[in-house]
């Protein structure tokens, strides 16, 4: 059920997305706002997976983590048309060029770090690649952080100009990580008791 409400979600952004663009209403440059978008949606989908077991904490919600899966999954979708917006309408699929700005840009290096960083994690979310793994599964997913952490830079050196919601971003971000560092200290704290 979370996967089909959230995918049935991201549907719906899609549509709203290319129908804006389509009928002029996305400004002076649709593709721009489509990248700007996409890229938006993905920072926000990665960040609420990872504040769900947060979220479980504070509100007594053990039912959340169920939609971790299906935001995870959904935060590579969105993440990956930001891509092909990019690839197809900025650099028509021209690999030199699209190898140029790589090069020139670090910002546009640092996006495609996250990309990849994110796809181990996308093609190891099923139930049965987490039985194979074991625990190795629980290391290899930790690379979502560092995504994050990534994406947020990414976000932050493309936007340029207003810094308030990449600062919103890094302050969210840290939160979680503080929240996650006090609850394992604790934890250890505890069983050495």
């Not at 009928?23 to 990248?35: F, I, R, V, Y």
């Not at 609420?48 to 169920?66: E, V, W």
């Not at 971003?169 to 050495?192: D, I, M, N, P």
């Amino acid at each position: 059920m979370p996967g089909f409400v959230v995918s049935a979600g991201i549907f719906l952004l899609f549509a709203a997305g290319l129908w804006l663009a389509a009928s002029g209403q996305a400004g002076p440059d649709p593709a721009k706002w489509l990248l700007h978008q996409s890229g938006l949606v993905a920072l926000c989908l990665l960040l609420a997976t990872i504040s769900l077991a947060s979220m479980r904490r504070a509100f007594s919600m053990p039912g959340l983590l169920r939609w971790r899966r299906a935001l995870g999954i959904s935060a590579f979708v969105v993440a990956s048309a930001h891509v092909v917006v990019y690839v197809a309408f900025y650099q028509a699929f021209d690999i030199t060029a699209i190898t140029d700005d790589v090069v020139k840009r670090p910002y546009i290096m640092i996006g495609l770090a996250c990309w990849l960083a994110l796809l181990p994690l996308a093609l190891t979310s099923t139930a049965r690649a987490r039985r194979a793994m074991g625990t190795r599964w629980y290391r290899l997913h930790r690379l979502v952080y560092f995504a994050i952490a990534l994406a947020i830079a990414h976000q932050g050196m493309a936007q340029k100009a207003d810094l308030a919601v990449t600062l919103f971003f890094v302050a969210l971000f840290c939160a979680l990580l503080a929240e996650k560092f006090l609850l394992r200290r604790g934890a250890r704290a505890s069983s050495t008791r």
